[in-house]
């Protein structure tokens, strides 16, 4: 701990914000963008620890010939440790037997430049065409001095790749230089190998050379290898073992891998607490005396809109606060009616606001051929890990165990909430037990923070599942209109998308960047259009003549971010459409696509590929298949996908069995992570298509715990087949593809199982789904958790309102 607490103080700058760089650039715009283009300097954050010797940011060698590589990336499952490890294995030519990761505090060191200019319109107002080229240099230094350093929106790879392979290079360099001069001959006689130099029947150790090689110069350019880290798919089905197996893996399966839960300090006490509904609910009153009678409670925590117990285990917190049964009063409570009116009103009547235009637009203005509408109902993220954060305030200074894709803005909300300046933060970043974006926002943060200030000792905020749904902004909710003019051959002549959705990506960008309540970051964005909200909606096709048009909605609802982004909405609006175009035209399905790709052949090859790999039978009526294509974007960097779904009907309704896939996504670094990548975000797509949503009623998800999801089970999960495209192109994190391609294939899918059109997220199949039998209740209550509950009975957590008169 005093490694990551030093190393998180040597990363500390100056300090900015969002709003003092507006105001600045609004009196004299000049000096503040020539402030920010200054140069800055980071210590190594990474520090040596003894026997250790550091070459910089990324990597540090051992006497023992362990060698500790940096990861400034939230492990979420994804398998970051792994990949960035192995970019500097690869490079540095050491043996992957030998490699150890370390979590990196946020530090400028660690710059994600290629996020910070793809949300550049998030965090500077009014000029960010300037910082969202990935080279930008304003991007640059905004993401440094800021020390942003997130996990998000696939860009791993893309941001940290170089600097990783570059950091490699260079240690590498000065292995060498070192052995060479040893030996009195060239450096161009040495290479690097599994942890050795090598020169002829000569070797040393990276271990024996590290001390002299860290006090030489380093290159003025770092030597990169000239091939780039890569692994060669194996073609479809293919169980060929990655040369990297994931370095979390053992630990995971053991159950020694630590999440922020996991962590123990003396004193330390179990927090659980209570939200008051959606969204600005008053915590009024609540029955203090009742929680004495509770054995184990350590204190009562109270803020404005919750109500926390302390106690010496979690449920002992947990009876403590339901014993106190605390009253919140609110005024205009979040339901489902004015959800959908909000959304109905938006797509009839609402003011919608250009995002793309190609082609003309007297050719849009004509009257389409054939219009649909569909509609997407909120989701909840649901990670398996709910939010959870270990803080401890001593001496002035806060610790705070968390697992944030964006630590730093958790660093500054803490500092904040409990007046103490960013640099009395250390943030000991750990694992999250999932997220798919939810770790974006960090309110547990600040929540922990606040009640270790009161109880002035360590302690540890687990919220419950119900509070996670609660308080917990889930994906947005959206309704959109497609419209097609179509030419005499049947091909789309114009296409008119409008989405009526609320601009989740700038209330995301306010609450993260500037640190807004929920509330204000909604009237920040009121009416903003938000090109990330409906990313995407540009398809593939080479259709003439193209509109999308963006309807800001206002919904009373806190949203967020959920993998897969815009394109997760945009993919299913567009390819479901397109499959009812065919079926208008008695077209076959997937040559109806390939004729409107015209020069993109990337996407004709999934297409090709996965109707091979899945035996397409033309989605003919009741053959249970059902097609869809998706190009995803970042920057210059592109990914394709193709899958073709298979439903099938039978006693127990409607399964979808298999999902067959091709993709390209450029040059592949590690193929099993790229597979486990496609794989999960399948799954997670079919979750979205089955289930994961929520209604609201009262200010309350109608959803009070995972079973109430819908979400499939192990059974349930179809067989899966993924075939990637050999290419040398730069690498697309495939984390979101499959997420976005499942729904819309399985939507196809189940309309060709079941002659009936699904157009809204969930699919509404729970009639052909096998009804859950719910356990009998106890008959008496017990003082410790029953084994096959996660957390309490929400009946028991259900806050008690108080609404005006």
Not at 318 to 340: C, H, Q, T, W, Y
Not at 496 to 522: S, Y
Not at 771 to 798: F, L, M
Request: negative net charge; hydrophobic residues 45%; proline residues 7%.
């Amino acid at each position: 701990m005093n490694g990551l607490r030093r190393g998180v103080e040597a990363g500390r700058g100056l300090k900015i914000s969002r709003r003092g760089v507006l105001a600045g650039a609004a009196a004299g715009g000049g000096l503040v963008v020539a402030y920010l283009l200054l140069p800055q300097r980071f210590d190594a954050p990474l520090e040596p620890a003894e026997g250790e010797v550091g070459f910089n940011a990324w990597l540090k060698i051992a006497n023992d010939g362990v060698i500790t590589v940096a990861v400034p990336q939230c492990e979420m499952g994804q398998g970051v440790t792994t990949l960035i490890a192995q970019i500097v294995a690869m490079e540095l030519g050491a043996d992957w037997r030998q490699i150890a990761v370390e979590p990196a505090p946020p530090t400028g060191a660690y710059p994600n430049v290629v996020l910070a200019s793809h949300w550049a319109r998030l965090w500077l107002a009014g000029g960010a065409d300037i910082a969202s080229d990935p080279d930008s240099l304003l991007a640059r230094r905004f993401a440094e001095r800021t020390r942003f350093n997130a996990t998000a929106a696939g860009t791993t790879l893309a941001a940290y790749e170089m600097p990783a392979r570059e950091a490699a290079a260079t240690a590498r360099a000065m292995l060498i230089a070192e052995a060479a001069e040893r030996w009195s001959i060239s450096p161009e006689q040495c290479r690097a190998r599994d942890g050795f130099v090598i020169a002829g029947q000569r070797q040393l150790r990276f271990a024996d050379l590290a001390e002299g090689a860290s006090r030489r110069d380093p290159p003025d350019v770092a030597p990169l290898r000239s091939q780039p880290p890569a692994e060669p798919p194996r073609g479809a089905g293919s169980t060929a073992e990655t040369a990297f197996p994931r370095i979390d893996l053992p630990a995971k399966v053991d159950g020694s891998f630590l999440f922020a839960g996991d962590i123990r300090l003396p004193g330390m006490a179990f927090v659980s607490i209570r939200h008051g509904p959606v969204d600005r609910s008053i915590l009024k009153r609540y029955e203090k005396e009742a929680a004495a009678k509770v054995r184990g409670l350590v204190g009562i925590v109270q803020g404005n809109r919750w109500l926390a117990a302390a106690g010496e285990t979690w449920w002992a917190a947990e009876r403590a606060l339901a014993a106190m049964k605390p009253v919140f009063g609110v005024s205009n409570a979040v339901d489902s009616g004015r959800i959908a009116k909000a959304l109905d009103e938006g797509l009839n009547s609402g003011e919608a606001q250009q995002i793309a235009l190609v082609g003309a637009q007297e050719v849009l203005d004509g009257k389409p051929t054939l219009t649909r509408r569909y509609d997407i109902a909120p989701a909840v993220h649901a990670p398996i890990e709910t939010a959870t954060a270990t803080a401890w305030l001593d001496d002035g200074k806060l610790t705070l165990w968390i697992a944030s894709q964006a630590p730093e803005r958790a660093r500054v909300a803490a500092a904040r909430a409990i007046g103490i300046g960013v640099e009395d933060v250390i943030l000991v970043p750990m694992a999250a037990g999932g997220s798919f974006d939810a770790r974006l926002d960090h309110r547990h943060a600040i929540e922990a923070a606040v009640i270790a200030r009161e109880l002035g000792r360590p302690v540890q905020l687990v919220w419950s599942r119900w509070q996670e749904l609660i308080d917990s902004p889930p994906r947005a909710p959206a309704a959109a209109q497609i419209g097609a003019r179509l030419g005499r051959d049947g091909s789309i002549v114009a296409l008119k998308t409008k989405i009526a959705i609320p601009p989740f990506m700038r209330e995301q960008g306010a609450r993260l960047f500037d640190n807004r309540t929920t509330w204000a970051a909604r009237e920040d964005s009121a009416g903003q259009a938000d090109p990330l909200a409906v990313s995407g909606a540009v398809p593939a096709y080479a259709i003439p003549n193209l509109s999308v048009a963006h309807v800001p909605v206002s919904i009373g609802l806190p949203v967020a971010r959920m993998r897969g982004g815009g394109d997760a909405f945009t993919a299913f609006f567009t390819e479901c459409f397109i499959d009812e175009l065919a079926e208008e035209l008695g077209r076959e399905k997937l040559s109806y696509r390939i004729a409107m790709l015209g020069q993109d052949l990337a996407m004709v090859e999934v297409l090709q590929r996965a109707a091979r790999l899945a035996e397409w039978n033309g989605g003919e009526v009741a053959g249970g298949q059902g097609l869809a294509c998706h190009r995803m974007q970042l920057g210059e960097r592109s990914g394709w996908i193709a899958c073709v779904a298979q439903a099938s009907q039978g006693e127990g309704g409607v399964r979808v069995t298999r999902l067959s896939v091709a993709a390209n996504i450029g040059r592949i670094v590690n193929r099993d992570l790229v597979r486990q990548q496609i794989e999960g975000g399948l799954v997670f797509g079919l979750s979205l298509a089955l289930g994961s949503a929520t209604g609201f009623a009262k200010g309350l998800p109608t959803a009070t715990r995972l079973a109430a999801l819908d979400l499939p089970t192990l059974a349930e999960c179809p067989e899966i087949a993924i075939d990637f495209v050999t290419s040398d192109e730069e690498p697309f994190d495939p984390g979101e593809l499959g997420a976005v391609i499942a729904p819309p294939a399985i939507a196809n899918a189940l309309s060709s199982a079941t002659g009936q059109r699904y157009r809204s997220l969930p699919l509404d199949i729970a009639a052909a789904r096998p009804a859950v039998q719910e356990a009998p209740a106890d008959p008496a209550p017990v003082e410790q958790p029953p084994a096959d509950r996660e957390g309490p009975d929400p009946s028991s957590e259900q806050p008690a309102v108080e609404e005006p008169s």
